[in-house]
């Protein structure tokens, strides 16, 4: 079995800082039910919001939502789009949230972005409004790639930018490309009908929303 580096819990500790809320982190579990039960209660007692990254899928050593179960209801599990479909919202017996993150760094990224985010803004009484714009995408097709059924999508990072024709445009960002995390400023959501060069379509703005930077 090899071994990765752990760069999830740097990302997941500045995000929370710079999303206005005070990381409480822990060190790698091992995939030990009773491990990952202690360290949820004693989150449970400490923190506001929990996260749980990885152990969310369906492999013989994924135990978090089994896990979780015990400890409050399930409200979903399973999210019709990637990266990071096998991300569950849970709500503790003791009223606080808990969301499991998949693992994949590329996933869990975003995912910080769409859950934890918006449940920080709520604790700090903060309204949270993503922001979206209508914009022409440029370049090759995307495709879905895999039908897994309707209402499914993929969620790929993309680079918006005004034109002298004062229309938006955005590309892609490759999904291999390391860089990408740093200079996408948008996701591109892709269904199974696919986007093709010239579609006009919405994307969803990255946090932190630099509108102003569309502009020079």
Same mark, same amino acid.
């Given at each position: 079995?090899?071994?990765?580096?752990? &760069?999830?819990?740097?990302?997941?500790?500045?995000?929370?800082?710079?999303?206005?809320?005070?990381?409480?982190? +822990?060190?790698?579990?091992?995939?030990?039910?009773?491990?990952?039960?202690?360290?949820?209660?004693?989150?449970?007692?400490?923190?506001?919001?929990?996260?749980?990254?990885?152990?969310?899928?369906?492999?013989?050593?994924?135990?978090?939502?089994?896990?979780?179960?015990?400890?409050? &209801?399930?409200?979903?599990?399973?999210?019709?789009?990637? #990266?990071?479909?096998? &991300?569950?919202?849970?709500?503790?017996?003791?009223?606080?949230?808990?969301?499991?993150?998949?693992?994949?760094?590329?996933?869990?990224?975003?995912?910080?972005?769409?859950?934890?985010?918006?449940?920080?803004?709520? +604790?700090?009484?903060? #309204?949270?409004?993503?922001?979206?714009?209508?914009?022409? +995408?440029?370049?090759?097709?995307?495709?879905?790639?895999?039908?897994?059924?309707?209402?499914?999508?993929?969620?790929?990072?993309?680079?918006?930018?005004?034109?002298?024709?004062?229309?938006?445009?955005?590309?892609?960002?490759?999904?291999?490309?390391?860089?990408?995390?740093? +200079?996408?400023?948008?996701?591109?959501?892709?269904?199974?009908?696919?986007?093709?060069?010239?579609?006009?379509? &919405?994307?969803?703005?990255?946090? #932190?929303?630099?509108?102003?930077?569309?502009?020079?």
């Amino acid at each position: 079995e090899g071994l990765n580096i752990d &760069t999830n819990s740097i990302m997941f500790e500045a995000k929370v800082k710079a999303f206005g809320g005070i990381p409480l982190m +822990y060190d790698i579990i091992p995939d030990d039910p009773v491990k990952i039960s202690n360290a949820l209660e004693d989150a449970l007692e400490k923190a506001d919001i929990i996260a749980i990254n990885g152990g969310s899928s369906k492999g013989l050593h994924d135990y978090t939502v089994e896990v979780v179960e015990q400890h409050g &209801t399930i409200l979903s599990h399973m999210l019709k789009s990637g #990266p990071g479909a096998h &991300t569950s919202c849970t709500v503790a017996d003791n009223g606080k949230p808990i969301v499991g993150i998949a693992g994949p760094s590329i996933g869990a990224e975003a995912l910080t972005d769409w859950f934890i985010k918006p449940l920080i803004d709520k +604790y700090n009484g903060r #309204p949270f409004r993503p922001v979206f714009l209508k914009a022409v +995408y440029e370049g090759k097709a995307l495709e879905f790639g895999m039908h897994p059924g309707e209402g499914w999508c993929r969620r790929l990072r993309g680079h918006v930018s005004l034109g002298e024709d004062g229309r938006f445009s955005v590309k892609n960002a490759p999904f291999g490309d390391p860089k990408a995390v740093n +200079y996408a400023n948008c996701f591109i959501a892709v269904g199974n009908e696919g986007v093709r060069d010239g579609d006009e379509i &919405t994307v969803e703005m990255r946090w #932190p929303y630099c509108l102003e930077s569309l502009m020079e």
